[in-house]
């Protein structure tokens, strides 16, 4: 199995390790405050990284791997480059911070954010049960250790613990549910499992009820309602720096293992799960959205608003198979993807802003924290300001352009449920416009706490202003990236 032609496939994620462990060795040897050489050999990894996905992105190519356990396709690829890019951003982001709270005394946080990468590397090219589940774990065992960064913190360390208990719970569903399913077909291959659940020779039930456990699973690594406990503790409890990498790029794998999983292995079955999703997603949102509204502290309230989106990509997900057709399969899940990306997109740039007014010995995690923000720095409170109203989905920003193509695959299904669900859905975004616009209104109305100016290294002052600019420019003109999605779903599905 050990093959050129798997180690050829297999490129990006061999570099990725390979690099991440050589940085770990050299890191032994660094010893100023800010990890000036880790930072920089990591950046560079992540770079070369992006790099390689991006040009096998561009191929356009479907290659299995070590006897069909892994595959690089379109899909798979692009998000690996959109996860690598999201975790620089991360780290540029996050390093002033870390240092400020002495988190920086070794590298590890920046190694365990390569082996976090590596984690979802490896869940999105699974197309095995055993290989996901291996990628799973290796994500999540470095954001554990990534959230109680901060051992001294004791608000972090109990954040670490029921992310650990509550993550442990979730990963123990999702094995049950696909030793569950091996059980029934005999097989951990994904494209084989399908071919003998389409089959027909196995039991409904036994396939429903190894279902159901995976869907609980995929729920809590999406942090969709009533799985959705972990996230408001572990927002708030983790260090902002460690909060924005594990609301960012790991989403992107979620979203993988769904369309891995439900799509790839068990669509036969998605009259089951569709129904599954549904429930979730009307949860979600409105668990989301109300809960969002009591919040004072802001790190909570964008928890909580990431459960209400993640309602809207169930909605994506759920309405690619109407009766047993699989005609606007395609149009629903780059719906889903193009809404994943963009979320993405706008957390980082929000929880930026976060890390940039913290300094030492001030978080800056309440809502009155940004009281008065306009009058201090006009360019912050815009790129907060645009984040926040693309969140609530107002034009013409990106998180419209999102929300109105998850909409739109809904409607087109012509089912009268799909339509009811479009209209709650933009029910629930309309209430959950509140806690978003309360938050632009303490910024451009309320007295500022503090008369002092925000200032910001260069780097991050030039990565936030682009990442707030492309929220703006990808909602006036999302086509390019809705054609991408599109068309890696379409060439995805395809083989």
């Given at each position: ?206 396939l429903v009820f190894g279902l159901v456990f995976i869907v609980s699973g995929l729920a809590f690594k999406l942090g969709a309602a009533p799985f959705h406990m972990w996230i408001p503790d572990v927002y708030q409890g983790a260090p902002t720096s460690v909060t924005i990498m594990i609301g960012s790029a790991p989403e992107l794998a979620a979203f993988a293992i769904c369309i891995r999983l439900l799509v790839e292995g068990l669509l036969p079955l998605a009259l089951d799960w569709q129904q599954m999703l549904m ?183 030039v990565v936030l202003t682009l990442n707030g600019a492309l929220v703006l420019v990808l909602g006036i003109v999302p086509g390019g990236l809705m054609t991408l999605c599109a068309q890696a779903i379409i060439k995805t599905l395809a083989t």
């Amino acid at each position: 199995m050990l093959d050129k032609s798997s180690l050829i496939t297999l490129a990006p994620e061999i570099v990725l390790l390979a690099l991440a462990c050589l940085v770990s060795l050299v890191d032994l040897g660094v010893k100023t405050r800010l990890r000036n050489l880790t930072y920089l050999l990591t950046m560079a990894t992540l770079a070369a990284v992006a790099w390689l996905t991006a040009g096998y992105a561009v191929q356009d190519q479907t290659l299995y791997a070590f006897g069909g356990m892994v595959v690089s396709d379109p899909m798979g690829n692009w998000l690996k480059f959109f996860a690598t890019v999201a975790m620089m951003v991360c780290l540029v982001y996050g390093r002033p911070y870390a240092a400020d709270r002495d988190m920086l005394r070794g590298g590890e946080m920046f190694i365990l954010a390569m082996f976090s990468l590596l984690g979802i590397f490896v869940m999105i090219s699974g197309s095995n049960f055993l290989v996901i589940y291996l990628g799973l774990e290796l994500l999540t065992l470095c954001s554990y250790a990534l959230v109680a960064l901060r051992r001294d913190n004791a608000t972090a360390t109990e954040a670490a613990m029921k992310y650990f208990v509550l993550g442990a719970m979730a990963s123990g569903f999702l094995l049950y549910g696909l030793s569950m399913l091996y059980g029934a077909t005999g097989s951990l291959d994904i494209g084989t499992v399908f071919k003998i659940v389409n089959s027909g020779q196995v039991k409904h039930q036994v396939l429903v009820f190894g279902l159901v456990f995976i869907v609980s699973g995929l729920a809590f690594k999406l942090g969709a309602a009533p799985f959705h406990m972990w996230i408001p503790d572990v927002y708030q409890g983790a260090p902002t720096s460690v909060t924005i990498m594990i609301g960012s790029a790991p989403e992107l794998a979620a979203f993988a293992i769904c369309i891995r999983l439900l799509v790839e292995g068990l669509l036969p079955l998605a009259l089951d799960w569709q129904q599954m999703l549904m429930l979730l997603a009307i949860a979600s949102l409105a668990i989301g959205n109300l809960a969002a509204i009591a919040q004072t502290n802001l790190k909570r309230m964008l928890a909580y608003s990431t459960i209400g989106q993640m309602g809207f990509v169930l909605l994506g997900l759920l309405s690619g198979v109407v009766n047993g057709n699989t005609l606007s399969a395609a149009n629903a899940y780059s719906s889903a993807m193009f809404y994943i990306i963009t979320y993405v997109l706008t957390t980082l740039a929000s929880f930026g802003i976060i890390l940039l007014l913290a300094r030492e010995g001030f978080e800056s995690e309440e809502i009155s924290d940004l009281a008065g923000l306009n009058q201090r720095s006009p360019l912050y409170a815009g790129v907060m300001a645009v984040c926040l109203f693309s969140l609530a989905g107002v034009p013409p920003l990106v998180g419209f352009y999102a929300k109105l193509a998850v909409l739109q695959a809904l409607v087109a299904s012509g089912q009268t449920l799909y339509i009811a669900l479009a209209i709650y859905a933009v029910m629930m975004s309309l209430i959950g416009s509140f806690y978003y616009l309360r938050v632009v209104k303490v910024m451009y109305f309320d007295e500022p706490i503090t008369a002092s100016t925000v200032s910001a290294p260069m780097d991050v002052r030039v990565v936030l202003t682009l990442n707030g600019a492309l929220v703006l420019v990808l909602g006036i003109v999302p086509g390019g990236l809705m054609t991408l999605c599109a068309q890696a779903i379409i060439k995805t599905l395809a083989t």
